[in-house]
C-alpha cells in the first residue's frame, strides 16, 4: 500500500518539472528569437521548404536574351557595347512581336551620341529601362544616390525601372523589392498585367536555379528570322541583361549575379536579369509570400510545446523519438502548405525547437531519474541478491514492487548446530570468533545469491533467505532446495579446511553442522522498517513453519526438512521422502514434512512408505526388523530411524 503515494509522489514531480521546462522553453524561445541569427535562421528553413517541389517559371513566364559568352564572341565589341546596338535589339525584338521589353542595362551618362540619339529613337512606351539606387554611408552622413536614363530617354517615352534589390544578412536574395517603381513593378505595368500593389517586403517564390527561364543569346535576339523559332517572342514580355550559361558560384561571386533559396541546392548564383523576371512573375501571378504575424507564431509555439508535453506525460522511451519525428515532420509539412495553400510562412523553426526541447529536456530527467533509481536498486539489493538479478532489477525496474505485495515465496532457514557451543570456547578470541561466521556465511551467501534467491537478514549463524522475489522465479522451491544441497556441500568443504588448519596448529577442529529448513507459501514480501530505515523482507505463517522446520531438523535426523508444497513442486526432480506430520499454526489438521535423499531404490521407498504408514498406525515397536532394513537400505535416514526407535523405547517404558 506505502507503494503508491511514493508513485503518485513520483508522478507529480515529474509533472512539475515538466510545466517548469515547458514555461522556461517559452522563456527562452522569446528571447532567443531576438538575435539576428535566429531570424537567419528561419529564413534559411524558407529556403529548403519554398524550393522543396521544384517550382519552375509559369509557360507564359518573361523570356531572357542573355548577354553571355556566345555573344560575347560573336559580337566581338569592347564592353559596353554601342548603344546603337541595343537600339537594333529593341528593334528587332518589337518586329518580332514583344509585348514589353525591359533592359537591365543602365544608360545614366551620356555616350556617343550617334549611339544616344539611335537608342533615343529606338525606345517608347513599351521599354523599361533600369535605373539604380545606391545608398553610401560616412562617418558624417548617409547619402541616397538615384542613377536614372538619360533625360532625353526618358522624354522619348521609356520608362525608368530602379533594378537594385535588397539582399538578406546572409547575402541571400528572398524578398520583393521596395520601390513602387522597381524595374519588375514597372515592367508588370507597361505589360499591362492586372496587380492590386507591389507587396513590397515579402518573400519572394523562386521559380528554379540560374536558367529556368527561357533564354536566347543576345546575338540571336539581333536575328530572330534566322536564327530562332517563329513567333518566339510573339506577345512576350522579354528582358534583357548579363546571364552568363557558366553560373558562377557562391564562393567565387559574379557581376551582378546574387544567391537565391535554390542556391543552398545547387551553390550557383542567378543572373540580376533571371532575378528581375522571378519579381515579375510574383508580382504578376500574386505568388509572393507574407510571413505570419507573431501571434500566429506565438500561437504556433505554445501548440508545439502543448504537443511535446502531452507525447512525454506519461513516459519517453523509443515510441518518444518515432513520436518526436512524425512531430518535426508534421511542423515542416504545416508550413510548406501554408507556403503553398495561403501563400503565408509560418517559419518551423520555433515549433520545432520547442517541441525538441521539451521532449528531449524531459527525456534526460527521465534518463537521469531512472539511473537514480537504479542506483538505489543496485544499493539496497547488492546486498541481498546476486548481481545477476541487480542488473535486470535496474535494467527494468518495473519488476520491482517495494511497497508490499502478497506473493507464494519458498523461504529458508539455516542454522549452524552446535554454535553456541562453539562461540563459548572462542569467546576470549573475537578475531577468530568472527572470522570463522564470516568464513562460514559468505560460501553460504554465495550459494543462496548464485541459485537466484534473496537474502533477507542474518541471525548470527542463521540465513534467512526466499526465493521469487522481488523478481519472478517460477522455479523457485526447486532453486532453493538446490541451494540447501549446495549450502551443505560448502560446509562440507569448509570443515575440510578447518580440519587442515586445527592439524596444523595442533588443535581440535571446529566441526560444523547445518540444518535446515525450506517452507513454500504465501507471504507479505516488501520493504519494512521505520521512513529511515528498512529492509527487504517477508512474513507470514508460510515464514514461521520454515523457520519452525529448520529448527525441528536435528530431531529427526536429518540437514533438511520441506514443508508440504515444497516437496510437492520438486518431486519431479528429487526423491522426496516424509517423515512425520506435524500441527501448523492455523491449522488443525497435521501437515507432513519431507526430506530429500539421494540414493534409494522403489522398493526401499515403497519399504519407508509403508514404515511411516505403520508410524501413523502406532504399530511399530523397538525390536520391528524394519529399522535395521531401512538403515542399512536407505543410510541417509539411518539416524532419523534410530531416532523414531529410541522415541518408541522411551514411550514403551
Known amino acids: 500500500m506505502r507503494d503508491k503515494?511514493?508513485?503518485?509522489?513520483?508522478?507529480?514531480?515529474?509533472?512539475?518539472?515538466?510545466?517548469?521546462?515547458?514555461?522556461?522553453?517559452l522563456v527562452a524561445i522569446s528571447l532567443l528569437s531576438r538575435l539576428p541569427a535566429w531570424s537567419l535562421l528561419e529564413l534559411r528553413s524558407f529556403d529548403y521548404l519554398s524550393t522543396f517541389d521544384d517550382p519552375r517559371p509559369p509557360q507564359d513566364g518573361p523570356v531572357i536574351v542573355a548577354i553571355d559568352e556566345p555573344s560575347l564572341a560573336d559580337i566581338n565589341a569592347q564592353w559596353p557595347w554601342p548603344r546603337s546596338l541595343h537600339?537594333?535589339?529593341?528593334?528587332?525584338?518589337?518586329?518580332?512581336?514583344?509585348?514589353a521589353i525591359g533592359l537591365d542595362i543602365i544608360m545614366a551618362e551620356p555616350s556617343n551620341p550617334d549611339n544616344d540619339a539611335a537608342i533615343t529613337e529606338a525606345v517608347g512606351a513599351d521599354v523599361v529601362l533600369a535605373g539604380d539606387e545606391t545608398l553610401i554611408e560616412t562617418p558624417q552622413a548617409s547619402q541616397l544616390i538615384r542613377a536614372t536614363p538619360l533625360p532625353q530617354l526618358i522624354e522619348a517615352g521609356a520608362v525608368t525601372g530602379i533594378a537594385s534589390i535588397d539582399l538578406s544578412g546572409d547575402g541571400i536574395f528572398r524578398r520583393i523589392p521596395g520601390y513602387k517603381d522597381g524595374f519588375a513593378a514597372m515592367l508588370a505595368k507597361t505589360s499591362g498585367a492586372t496587380h492590386a500593389s507591389v507587396p513590397a517586403g515579402q518573400l519572394i517564390q523562386s521559380l528554379g536555379p540560374a536558367r529556368s527561364y527561357p533564354t536566347v543569346s543576345y546575338y540571336q535576339a539581333l536575328d530572330p528570322e534566322n536564327l530562332l523559332p517563329p513567333d518566339y517572342f510573339k506577345d512576350r514580355v522579354v528582358l534583357v541583361g548579363l546571364s552568363l550559361q557558366n553560373a558562377p558560384e557562391i564562393d567565387k561571386r559574379g557581376v551582378d549575379a546574387f544567391a537565391t533559396p535554390y542556391t543552398v541546392h545547387t551553390g550557383k548564383l542567378v543572373s540580376g536579369v533571371e532575378i528581375q523576371a522571378t519579381i515579375y512573375d510574383n508580382i504578376r501571378r500574386g505568388l509572393s509570400i507574407a510571413e505570419a504575424r507573431l501571434p500566429t507564431v506565438a500561437a504556433c509555439i505554445l501548440i508545439s510545446v502543448l504537443l511535446a508535453a502531452t507525447t512525454v506525460w506519461r513516459s519517453t522511451g523509443w515510441l518518444t523519438i518515432v513520436?518526436?519525428?512524425?512531430?518535426?515532420?508534421?511542423?515542416?509539412?504545416?508550413?510548406?502548405?501554408?507556403?503553398?495553400?495561403?501563400?503565408?510562412?509560418?517559419?518551423?523553426?520555433?515549433?520545432t525547437i520547442a517541441y525538441i526541447s521539451v521532449v528531449f529536456g524531459q527525456a534526460a530527467f527521465d534518463f537521469a531519474e531512472e539511473r537514480r533509481n537504479k542506483r538505489q536498486i543496485t544499493r539496497a539489493f547488492a546486498q541481498y541478491i546476486s548481481p545477476d538479478l541487480v542488473r535486470r532489477l535496474s535494467n527494468d525496474?518495473?519488476?520491482?514492487?517495494?511497497?508490499g505485495e502478497r506473493r507464494t515465496l519458498s523461504v529458508l532457514f539455516s542454522d549452524v548446530r552446535g554454535?553456541?557451543?562453539?562461540?563459548?570456547?572462542?569467546?576470549?578470541?573475537?578475531?577468530?570468533?568472527?572470522?570463522?561466521i564470516n568464513r562460514l556465511l559468505t560460501p553460504l551467501s554465495d550459494v543462496v545469491m548464485d541459485h537466484g534467491g534473496t537474502i533477507d537478514k542474518y541471525m548470527g549463524d542463521c540465513i534467512m533467505a526466499?526465493?521469487?522475489?522481488?523478481?519472478?522465479?517460477?522455479?523457485?522451491?526447486l532453486h532453493a532446495v538446490r541451494a540447501s544441497l549446495a549450502m551443505q556441500a560448502a560446509i562440507s568443504r569448509l570443515n575440510t579446511q578447518l580440519e587442515r588448519e586445527a592439524a596444523t596448529l595442533g588443535r581440535k577442529p571446529h566441526v560444523l553442522k547445518m540444518g535446515v529448513g525450506i517452507n513454500t507459501g504465501e507471504c507479505i514480501v516488501g520493504n519494512m522498517g521505520s521512513t529511515r530505515r528498512f529492509d527487504y523482507s517477508c512474513l507470514g505463517d508460510s515464514v514461521n513453519l520454515a523457520s519452525r522446520l529448520e529448527g525441528a531438523s536435528k530431531n529427526y535426523g536429518v540437514a533438511l526438512l520441506l514443508g508440504e508444497e515444497t516437496a510437492?513442486?520438486?518431486?519431479?526432480?528429487?526423491?522426496?521422502?516424509?517423515?512425520?506430520?506435524i500441527i501448523v499454526k492455523g491449522r488443525t489438521v497435521p501437515s507432513p514434512i519431507f526430506t530429500v535423499v539421494h540414493k534409494a531404490d522403489a522398493e526401499a521407498l515403497a519399504a519407508h512408505q509403508a514404515f511411516i504408514d505403520a508410524k501413523y498406525a502406532a504399530t511399530l515397536t523397538p525390536s520391528d526388523p524394519v529399522f535395521d532394513r531401512l538403515s542399512a537400505e536407505i543410510p541417509e535416514l539411518a539416524a532419523y530411524y534410530a531416532i523414531v526407535r529410541d522415541a518408541l523405547t522411551e514411550g514403551g517404558e
Open 5 to 25: 503515494p511514493r508513485q503518485a509522489r513520483q508522478i507529480t514531480s515529474r509533472h512539475l518539472r515538466l510545466l517548469v521546462l515547458s514555461l522556461t522553453t
Open 87 to 99: 537600339a537594333e535589339l529593341v528593334r528587332q525584338l518589337r518586329a518580332a512581336g514583344a509585348r
Open 323 to 351: 513520436t518526436s519525428a512524425a512531430a518535426l515532420l508534421a511542423f515542416a509539412a504545416v508550413s510548406f502548405a501554408g507556403i503553398r495553400l495561403a501563400h503565408v510562412f509560418v517559419s518551423p523553426l520555433g515549433p
Open 397 to 403: 525496474p518495473s519488476q520491482l514492487k517495494l511497497g
Open 419 to 436: 554454535f553456541t557451543t562453539i562461540a563459548e570456547t572462542l569467546k576470549d578470541d573475537p578475531e577468530q570468533l568472527t572470522g570463522l
Open 466 to 477: 526466499f526465493w521469487n522475489a522481488p523478481l519472478d522465479d517460477p522455479d523457485h522451491a
Open 568 to 581: 510437492r513442486l520438486v518431486t519431479e526432480t528429487y526423491t522426496v521422502v516424509e517423515l512425520d506430520r
